[in-house]
């Protein structure tokens, strides 16, 4: 195996511009700041965090959705931004969240996969019939399914198509934004066992952002913690849920639902007021929801720096 990184990220940001009115001045939003990591080839990053932290942002800028404002990503050694759009396709490709508005409704199954192929532009008609068939036959689909419509399949199906549909043009990595969300908990236990059987089978590297802990500890071998745009802290998956460092992966930890009864909703100690990437507070940005936080914290912006657990961001792990 390469030692060169399937992904390759360094100090990626984005900032959106937001209008609140027709001549108001317009806010800038940072929605990822400096994010840097590698992803080995054949491994699972999971990225995880609240809803806004700038998962999805980061998995666009990766896929080529979305520019970034500074910062480069490289793909199996290659920079992003000097592959055009039909080399990017055959190195990586998305599965997303939601399989009812991610598949053509008006196309039947057998066109949707085969649709990266003929953008491609280069593959005879009889190499397309021939890998098709074999993308639904990997993931769990017959040939006459391929022949019905997205509205005459279950969700499960759907995202079996969506996964065929990754998988066709053989890419080396797959980013998965939360592919499992959607679905029904028994499919979602099928989906994910397909996904970690391609990888074994494929060799495939995996991307994968979720909110859901449960998930990302059972599929992932490294997971990096994201809170208002920042990387907080990184780690193997196993240490990470075993021994997390910053305050905020606690609380994510300690926000789990049980499934005893008469313990209600857990209290982790972070308040009502949710983050706003419009407002970033000086300082460390999670120091005015942090119970550990200290007077440095409201001013001092730490770095995610490695130490004997992974890499943290915060001053308490400095100290």
């Not at 965090?49 to 490289?74: F, H, N, Q, Y």
């Not at 099928?190 to 494929?202: P, S, V």
């Not at 071998?221 to 460092?245: D, K, T, W």
């Not at 730490?302 to 792990?317: D, H, I, Q, Y």
Request: contains cysteine; hydrophobic residues 40%.
């Amino acid at each position: 195996m390469s030692d060169i990184p399937a992904i390759e990220v360094r100090g990626l940001r984005r900032v959106f511009d937001v209008r609140q009115g027709l001549f108001a001045k317009p806010r800038q939003v940072v929605a990822v700041d400096d994010v840097s990591f590698s992803v080995p080839a054949g491994s699972v990053l999971g990225i995880v965090g609240e809803s806004g932290c700038g998962k999805t942002t980061l998995a666009r800028m990766i896929l080529g959705l979305l520019p970034p404002s500074s910062g480069d990503v490289l793909i199996d050694g290659q920079r992003l931004g000097d592959l055009d759009r039909r080399a990017r396709a055959r190195l990586i490709q998305p599965v997303f969240q939601d399989p009812f508005s991610s598949l053509n409704p008006r196309r039947r199954v057998r066109d949707i996969v085969a649709m990266p192929l003929v953008a491609q532009g280069n593959i005879a008609g009889d190499e397309v019939k021939r890998r098709v068939g074999e993308a639904l036959e990997r993931v769990g689909l017959s040939a006459e399914q391929g022949s019905r419509y997205p509205s005459q399949l279950s969700g499960g199906q759907r995202q079996r198509v969506a996964i065929a549909r990754a998988l066709v043009l053989r890419p080396r990595i797959v980013v998965c934004d939360e592919p499992t969300s959607a679905l029904d908990v028994s499919v979602q236990a099928q989906i994910l066992n397909l996904l970690a059987e391609l990888r074994k089978d494929l060799g495939l590297t995996y991307l994968f952002i979720s909110h859901n802990l449960a998930v990302v500890e059972h599929v992932a071998s490294e997971v990096a913690v994201m809170y208002l745009g920042r990387i907080v802290e990184r780690n193997e998956s196993e240490a990470l849920f075993a021994h997390p460092q910053h305050p905020y992966t606690r609380a994510l930890l300690d926000s789990v639902l049980t499934p005893e009864p008469g313990l209600g909703v857990p209290d982790v100690g972070l308040g009502d007021t949710m983050p706003d990437p419009a407002n970033i507070p000086p300082g460390c940005r999670f120091h005015p929801r942090c119970p550990l936080a200290f007077e440095r914290c409201s001013h001092e912006t730490p770095k995610l720096t490695p130490n004997e657990a992974g890499f943290v961001e915060c001053l308490l792990a400095e100290e």
